[in-house]
């Protein structure tokens, strides 16, 4: 029977898929049963999901310092362990978890934003949800800053980013990541630009300086 041996290798872990390309095997009652390549790709695909998903945890569990965080960053992008697996962390329904990883997606969204294009819109539906910890909004919005947004998806995040900044109970970070995605909105659709505006010059006054400072620079840039 001809064999095809692919060896997976992971941080810690060898993982070994033998397929058995269109052959048969035979169950304890005798019956033939044909094995897929499909199938045994599925399984496996499974198994190393699981594993790297593990792998992230158990590291964002390790450390929190700037380095640690930059060396996960570096795994990921290096595709020691997978993106989709970080999203899953990220995405998931423990809120500690989730908050372990917003770092690690935010960092790795700045550098490489052409990472997280497939998740465009779960990063969006989170700025859009009440129940999630700020530093998922802050990280999710640091990547949609840095990223070229498809048009198809330029409107939920124009839509979210003036709600988020017109907000004035809304974390000062979180406001202020808005407005570097709402400058990508009105350079692309510059009829924009006065509701911006308006927005910033209500809220000035009694703004933070760190608010003030960034607006001042949109207002200088859209009106040159």
């Known amino acids: ?3 095809q041996l692919l060896i997976f290798f992971l941080p810690g872990f ?7 390309a269109g052959q048969t095997s035979k169950s304890f009652n005798g019956s033939e049963t044909r094995v897929t390549l499909p199938e045994l790709s599925d399984k496996f695909r499974k198994m190393t999901s699981v594993t790297e998903k593990q792998i992230l945890l158990d590291l964002l569990n ?3 310092s700037k380095k640690h965080i930059a060396q996960i960053v570096n795994r990921v992008h290096t595709s020691a362990v997978s993106v989709d697996a970080l999203m899953e ?3 998931g329904d423990h809120p500690r978890n989730a908050e372990l990883s917003a770092w690690v997606v935010g960092d790795l969204g700045q550098k490489h934003p052409e990472m997280f294009i497939k998740w465009l819109p779960q990063l969006i539906e989170v700025l859009n949800s009440e129940n999630v910890h700020g530093s998922l909004k802050r990280n999710a919005l640091r990547i949609l ?3 070229n947004i498809p ?3 330029l409107d939920a995040a124009t839509d979210v980013c003036f709600r988020l900044l017109a907000d004035p109970f809304e974390e000062v970070a979180i406001r202020a990541f808005s407005m570097g995605v709402l400058s990508q909105s009105c350079e692309r659709v510059p009829e924009l630009w006065p509701e911006l505006q308006l927005i910033l010059e209500e809220n000035m006054p009694h703004a933070t ?3 003030v400072s960034r607006a001042k620079k949109l207002m200088t840039k859209f009106r040159s």
């Open 1 to 3: 029977m001809k064999k």
């Open 14 to 20: 060898v993982h070994v898929a033998i397929k058995y």
């Open 62 to 64: 390790l450390e929190r």
């Open 89 to 91: 962390i990220f995405l």
């Open 145 to 147: 800053e840095k990223t």
């Open 151 to 153: 048009d198809e998806f």
């Open 209 to 211: 300086p760190a608010f």
